[in-house]
């Protein structure tokens, strides 16, 4: 069995997966709400756990109490000698994993708390806890940026949520942006997609893609190893994330790692996915599948 802690607002990601393209893992992987930890948490030094793996996703969603039960749990499934993915008292959030990777030299771009001045500008603010890329366009300077964060409080942003982040231009010598995503299931590596973009926020496949980048997106996804992978590997080390997806880009060879979601969407419904992309999802489907089969009920290395 795989335990999958998501919260109830986000369990679709793997809902879906299930539903649409893998219904025999359906007896396999047990969605759990941490919404319903409370309890759990209230009764865990009574109650037998499920023997399995347990993967907790969504963890830099949760408030901090929220967590602080996640991480009891954790301790608890930890104690009985049971393999656990994503620990939540170990997973950095993004503004920790942002700026380790600054720090260690992987990416050439530095992050701040939104009451911190930026070094250099132009900088975009992002939620440190939401998936949903910039919530601003690129801000030139320092008073353009105090009167954006007044303008976010004034809207219901809070700090803690906030962080501003440098903007550096990824768009290749072609003018597009290229944005790499790559999933980790335990010790398994899979390339998930590349997309192409005009606009710097590449988020969705664009189906005005050409052939010639659908080829690159092929070659990248199908190759039997993916060519960034030592580097991969060490940010999900860093991160402490051993499920989730890594999107990146490339600038001047060298890779910059945008985000990892812990609970990222796998695919939607059969009509969403573009037919010309179709083959390349359900490789990344079987591949999905073999990954969780080796899971269930064994310890990641």
């Not at 893998?22 to 865990?44: G, S, T, V």
């Not at 399995?52 to 991480?71: M, N, W």
């Not at 690129?138 to 809070?158: E, M, N, T, V």
């Not at 092929?218 to 999900?236: D, S």
């Amino acid at each position: 069995m795989i335990v999958y802690f998501v919260t109830q607002a986000h369990g679709y990601t793997m809902r879906n997966f299930l539903e649409y393209w893998a219904p025999e893992l359906y007896p396999m992987i047990n969605l759990a709400f941490f919404e319903e930890l409370f309890d759990l948490a209230a009764k865990a030094g009574g109650v037998k756990l499920p023997h399995g793996t347990y993967i907790f996703t969504d963890v830099d969603r949760l408030s901090p109490t929220q967590r602080e039960v996640a991480c009891a749990v954790a301790r608890k499934v930890k104690a009985v000698g049971l393999p656990i993915l994503n620990d939540p008292e170990r997973v950095l959030d993004r503004f920790e994993l942002s700026k380790l990777l600054y720090k260690q030299g992987i990416n050439s771009f530095d992050v701040y708390r939104a009451n911190e001045k930026p070094d250099r500008f132009p900088v975009f603010f992002r939620h440190i806890s939401q998936h949903v890329g910039s919530i601003t366009n690129p801000i030139p300077s320092q008073p353009d940026l105090d009167a954006c964060r007044a303008y976010l409080h004034k809207h219901g942003f809070i700090d803690s949520d906030l962080m501003s982040v440098e903007y550096i231009h990824g768009a290749g010598a072609d003018g597009i942006f290229r944005k790499y995503g790559c999933q980790i299931v335990g010790d398994m590596l899979i390339a998930d997609h590349l997309f192409f973009s005009s606009q710097w926020i590449t988020r969705f496949f664009d189906d005005s893609a050409t052939d010639e980048m659908l080829e690159e997106e092929r070659a990248y996804v199908f190759a039997e190893q993916n060519p960034h992978e030592a580097e991969l590997r060490q940010v999900f080390q860093l991160a402490n994330i051993q499920y989730g997806r890594v999107d990146y880009g490339i600038i001047d060879g060298k890779i910059q790692i945008w985000e990892i979601n812990s609970n990222p969407m796998i695919t939607g419904p059969p009509e969403e996915v573009s037919p010309r992309r179709l083959q390349l999802k359900n490789h990344v489907h079987d591949l999905l599948k073999k990954s969780f089969v080796k899971l269930d009920g064994s310890a990641p290395n």
